[in-house]
């Protein structure tokens, strides 16, 4: 399997989910579309996240790649993953920084694996950064204007 | 005048503490200057040529007398007396200590003001019609649209890492005051069947590549504004060139892929988005609505004394009419002759509140045209606020004439420019004051940029100046026949280049020629649609 | 000859290196000849200097002038505002900038 990118769950460093996590290796978008039975798939910025939307159901990880924090392609492919329905790990990888863990978090990642460690601490207090939020996003979060209206 | 309620003032606070411990980071040495650039142009400083500078966001360029205090003391607080207003409804201070920024960025927040996405490769201020809320011509206000806007933009969790930065504009009239279709989405509210909805145009801009923006939706239902915009925000973050930056704003990407396709591909998004409930409860608008509701206006004189000249040569040039006949929109030149376009001390500043409070409402508007707007003035109180302005050197009566030019502040304090624009400015307004052309030239637009990237508008001016650089040797292009009124156009180069005497000389012949064949009521900008490039090449070039 | 200059990384004020420190005077600039990277990487690293580049200019009995404009400009201050650069009582300096 040429495709598979040898990720390993071990570099997880924040995980939001209660679930085990799966340990598959990824592969490659095009592969996970020809083969029927990979569970696990990298999207780079580049693909198209739709042509995942027939295998949801098959998949139980999904890693969104970052080879630069200021390519922002990922956001909408997590976004547009979670609208379809998908409910499995959805992992944000690579050059994921402290002031981006927010905004992913509303995008849909439950789960993020930087390419270099972040500081707890300043993690924690990233992820807790908006106590409100202005955007309906997949988060399910209840908005300031319907906290204004209900 | 809308007011933060305490999740606006949250949003804002939780930002100024969020900066305040990057800004320590930074300091403290724990952030490299590669890792804080990012964040400090989130929050709109950036390094410039003598210190940092600081631009504050003043949404769709509407601020209360208080906030325009605030203003004024920062200057004289933190910066060296003065501020720059922009093209872009923002402010920016050009003298900022690092150490200040987190402090600065407090007092901004104590009178509901910030600098977010003032940079960055984010949805930028959304800037609007100066006139809003008080031009006769108008639909309907189109700040309430803007302020959802600016809500929906603020910390959007998808489209903070764009390709490239992504500037909105909002109007309500036919006459266009805001540059709407140079914009990256330009937004005009229109009525359609007796019921009142948004226009889109997409992939408008300046820059290196100027494009006038395509309409891909001819009416948008109010109640589905913000889920339009996002869908086309998505296609624009997803498709948007990321190989190259000159190539990365959404104009090229509608560009490429054709007007059509890219419509095509947003609409599909929008059918999709329509299922996702993104859009705002209805009820969020009529929220806002009342905070713009009219001042209650008095009726009164609807004349003024004209026996002084010099009062009644700024009436004529420097008000505009109102949607109540009583008052006007009063507007506050910062175009001294030979000034230095869109300066003001701290003490002008707090002038200008201070008349405002007094004259018009507690309310002032930035132009993009870096001037200041009193937008309700009764008439009656016209000749007291000329004398007020007059005194404090804010009373030019030169509005939309050659002196009202726009200049960046080009090599003078930006690290990008290629040649100084401000001399320029300041020499071709003492030159055209002196001889008294200026009068007779009526309506003419002069924009100054100091390099490619355009943000003194040069190519949407009637006549425009763009400084090159020629073997280290500041050097200028002259073009002709831009706008960025509703007869938007891109102004076309006349040929090589000038020296700075040069260009000054050629601004000259190029006005003497229309003056000599112009027809009746014609501007300059008409002269030159009816007879065209080649009389005024020959002019400058034989 | 080859001089250093950056920003102040507290105040953003523009200095040159004048051999053991940052000046605001550009004819304080030390000639470096080919120690340029080597120094901004440790004045960098201290956080002495922020986004320091080396650039060329020329000595002679008046001072430093730096080859580039954009430089010169960033040595004196605004040319439109003499009263907020180094020499506001000096009208020829504007003259040296361009
Ligand atoms: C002094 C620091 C400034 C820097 C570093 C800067 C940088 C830039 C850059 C790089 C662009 C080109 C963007 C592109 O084509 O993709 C641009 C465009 C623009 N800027 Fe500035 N700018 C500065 C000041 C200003 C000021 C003072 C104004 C207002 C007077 C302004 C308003 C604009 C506008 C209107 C555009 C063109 C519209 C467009 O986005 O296409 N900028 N700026
Ligand atoms: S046009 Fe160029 S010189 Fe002028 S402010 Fe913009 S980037 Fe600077």
Redesign the interface.
């Known amino acids: 399997m040429t495709d598979d990118l040898g990720t390993s769950p071990d570099e997880v460093q924040f995980r939001f989910r209660d679930d085990e996590p799966a340990d598959h290796g990824t592969v490659t978008v095009d592969a996970c579309c020809d083969q029927t039975n990979a569970a696990a798939v990298r999207i780079e910025p580049g693909d198209d996240a739709r042509t995942l939307l027939p295998f949801l159901d098959r998949l139980a990880l999904i890693e969104v790649n970052f080879p630069a924090y200021g390519d922002g392609r990922g956001y909408s492919s997590a976004r547009i993953l979670r609208e379809a329905g998908y409910a499995g790990e959805l992992r944000a990888v690579g050059d994921v920084l402290i002031d981006q863990l927010s905004h992913m978090r509303r995008c849909g990642f439950d789960a993020f694996a930087p390419d270099a460690r972040l500081d707890e601490e300043d993690a924690a207090r990233a992820f807790a950064t908006w106590e409100n939020v202005y955007q309906r996003t997949v988060d399910g979060r209840r908005t300031i204007q319907e906290s204004r209206h209900e | 005048m809308y007011q933060y309620d305490q999740y606006d003032q949250q949003m804002v606070d939780a930002r100024v503490e969020e900066f305040r411990d990057q800004a320590r980071r930074r300091l403290d040495g724990k952030l490299t200057e590669d890792q804080f650039k990012p964040l400090r142009l989130m929050n709109g400083l950036y390094l410039q040529l003598h210190a940092y500078m600081l631009r504050v966001a003043i949404p769709y360029g509407t601020l209360n007398s208080r906030q325009m205090i605030a203003l004024g003391d920062i200057a004289d607080k933190y910066d060296r007396g003065y501020g720059h207003f922009t093209t872009r409804q923002n402010l920016q201070y050009n003298w900022i200590k690092l150490e200040d920024a987190a402090d600065i960025l407090a007092d901004l927040a104590k009178v509901e003001m910030h600098a977010i996405q003032t940079s960055g490769n984010c949805i930028r201020n959304i800037s609007s019609d100066h006139f809003a809320g008080a031009a006769a011509d108008e639909l309907v206000d189109p700040r309430p649209y803007a302020e959802l806007l600016r809500q929906w933009s603020s910390f959007h969790p998808e489209f903070t890492y764009l390709p490239r930065k992504f500037k909105i504009a909002v109007i309500a009239a036919e006459k266009d005051r805001a540059a709407m279709r140079l914009h990256d989405i330009g937004i005009q509210i229109v009525e359609k069947d007796g019921e009142i909805g948004a226009r889109f145009y997409v992939g408008g801009g300046m820059g290196r590549t100027p494009m006038i923006a395509p309409m891909i939706r001819d009416f948008v239902p109010l109640d589905q504004l913000i889920t339009y915009s996002e869908a086309c925000l998505r296609v624009y973050n997803r498709y948007g060139r990321r190989d190259n930056k000159y190539k990365a704003r959404i104009k090229i990407l509608v560009h490429e892929l054709g007007a059509e396709e890219y419509t095509r591909q947003v609409e599909q998004e929008f059918a999709h988005m329509l299922e996702q409930g993104v859009e705002p409860p209805r009820e969020e608008l009529e929220r806002i609505k009342p905070f713009f509701a009219d001042p209650a206006f008095e009726d009164g004189a609807k004349n003024v004394d004209r026996s002084d000249p010099d009062f009644a040569l700024w009436v004529d040039r420097n008000t505009h009419r109102h949607k109540h006949d009583s008052y006007v929109s009063a507007v506050i030149s910062l175009k001294p002759v030979g000034g230095i376009p869109g300066d003001a001390t701290g003490t002008q500043i707090r002038i200008m509140a201070k008349l405002a409070e007094q004259y018009s409402f507690d309310e002032l508007r930035i132009m993009h045209t870096q001037n200041v707007v009193l937008p309700h003035v009764k008439i009656a109180d016209l000749h007291a606020l000329w004398t007020a302005l007059d005194a404090a050197d804010l009373g030019a009566p030169n509005m939309d004439s050659i002196e009202d030019m726009i200049a960046c502040p080009g090599l003078d304090y930006c690290a990008l420019a290629n040649a100084r624009s401000i001399p320029l400015a300041q020499r071709i307004s003492e030159k055209f004051d002196a001889s008294g052309k200026t009068a007779k030239l009526g309506e003419l637009k002069l924009k100054i940029s100091g390099c490619i990237n355009a943000c003194g508008h040069h190519h949407a001016g009637h006549i425009g100046i763009l400084g090159v650089d020629r073997k280290g040797v500041e050097n200028y292009q002259l073009s002709l026949g831009g706008s960025e009124a509703e007869d938007t156009a891109l102004a076309k180069i006349t040929g090589p280049g000038f020296t700075e005497d040069g260009v000054i000389d050629a601004v000259e012949k190029v006005t003497d020629l229309y003056l000599d064949v112009r027809e009746d009521g014609e501007r300059f900008l008409d002269t030159y649609r009816r007879i065209g490039m080649a009389p005024f090449k020959e002019a400058l070039y034989d | 000859m080859k001089i250093l200059t950056g920003?102040d990384?507290?105040?953003?004020?523009?200095t040159w290196w004048d051999g053991t420190n940052w000046s605001l005077h550009v004819d304080a600039a030390a000639d470096v000849g080919e120690h340029g990277d080597e120094i901004l990487a440790r004045e960098?690293a201290l956080?002495r200097v922020?986004?320091p580049y080396i650039i060329e200019a020329e000595a002679s009995a008046e001072g430093v002038r730096p080859?580039?404009?954009?430089d010169r400009?960033?040595a004196l201050?605004?040319?439109?505002?003499p009263d907020?650069t180094l020499k506001p009582k000096d009208p020829e300096a504007i003259d040296w900038v361009?």
């Open positions: 920003n990384l507290r105040t953003g004020a523009v960098e956080r922020n986004v080859a580039h404009i954009k400009v960033r201050g605004p040319t439109v505002r907020l361009i």
